[in-house]
């Protein structure tokens, strides 16, 4: 049972997980003014407290009109490279020679 518990331990502090928590942690304790909730305040410290659900569908719809709007522009500057490549690549009309 020891061993699995160093073995957690060993893999937290490997991936980072106790020094961001002891940060979090010491941030907690200097902070000046406690916050009233304290798990709210590890949380938006961890980065947890995302967007609310109907903000993060509206975001996710705005992601898809302009990821939409991205590949048109895409596919319309290609069209104009091809038809300036067209235009700087034929002989120049009335050279005269």
């Known amino acids: 049972m020891k061993s699995k518990r160093e073995q957690f ?3 937290l502090e490997k991936s980072g997980v106790l020094d ?3 940060s979090i942690l010491v941030a907690l304790y200097e902070e000046p003014e406690k916050p009233n909730n ?3 305040f590890i949380k938006l410290q961890l ?3 995302g ?3 109907a903000d993060a569908e509206a975001l996710r719809m705005e992601l898809a ?3 939409q709007k991205c590949n048109l522009l895409m596919k319309e500057n290609e069209e104009l490279r091809n038809k300036l490549m067209q235009f700087e ?3 120049a009309e ?3 020679e």
């Open 65 to 67: 009109d302009l990821q």
């Open 38 to 40: 304290a798990l709210d």
């Open 9 to 11: 331990r060993r893999y």
């Open 51 to 53: 967007p609310e659900p």
């Open 94 to 96: 009335g050279d005269g």
């Open 20 to 22: 961001t928590l002891t």
């Open 89 to 91: 690549t034929s002989p």
């Open 47 to 49: 980065g947890a407290a």
